[in-house]
């Protein structure tokens, strides 16, 4: 199986390469300079230049796009849309590195994460962004999309536990009432999805056991 992983210099990103070359799979990191990860192929290219030719051979493309900073946040819907425009008629999946602020709260899908009054408010325009990137992403029916949001509590330097629990579109706790995963985790979840996943065009979560 072949995959690419955009963004892979990232944390998230050389991870997830990790995971996938660690499975065997074939797997291509798409950077802007020089390839950090431990992918066997690199592709030199900013993500904004992609087209439909950089990734036609490609069975699942993985964005882990981030942007974190106030002027920057609006790029997760732009890089987003390029990615499936390049994406669009194909039967390339693409799978997205998402955020637990969309997250419902309630049954009824009409509260969410980061509408709460305990919600970090230096966490909100982030959310807000990524939450727009998912309401953009869901009307998308030409593209193979699965929009992967981690726990509340996503950390970076986490252990790798080997165990989740893959839930949908609310807020999931664990036996411990716990909204958490490491980074190392939510890309075994990841790996997971590409190979044996069949969420298309559907938005999921993943949480430590």
């Known amino acids: 199986m072949k995959i ?21 799979l074939d797997v291509t990191a798409i950077v802007r300079g020089e390839n950090k990860s431990v992918a066997p192929h690199s592709v030199n290219k900013d993500l904004f230049a992609l087209t439909s030719e950089d990734l036609k051979d490609f069975d699942a493309v993985v964005d882990a796009f981030g942007a974190w900073t106030e002027d920057v946040l609006p790029l997760h819907s732009t890089s987003l849309k390029v990615l499936c425009d390049a994406l669009s008629g194909t ?5 997205v590195v998402g955020g637990a602020g969309s997250l419902y709260v309630n049954p009824e899908h009409t509260a969410i994460v980061s509408d709460g009054p305990d919600f970090p408010p230096q966490f909100l325009p982030l959310a807000q962004a990524q939450g727009k990137a998912l309401a953009e992403l869901r009307e998308r ?26 839930a949908g579109e609310e807020l999931t706790l664990n036996d411990k009432g716990e909204s958490i995963i490491s980074y190392a985790d939510y890309a075994i979840a990841m790996v997971d999805e590409i190979t044996e996943g069949n969420h298309i065009r559907e938005r999921i979560s993943v949480v430590r056991k």
């Open 4 to 24: 690419a992983v955009v963004c892979a210099n990232g944390r998230a990103g050389q991870l997830i390469v990790k995971e996938a070359v660690d499975r065997g």
């Open 91 to 95: 039967n390339t999946r693409l799978l």
């Open 141 to 166: 029916t030409d593209v193979k999309w699965t929009f992967i949001s981690p726990a509340g509590d996503f950390q970076a330097e986490g252990e790798r536990t080997g165990k989740y629990i893959l």
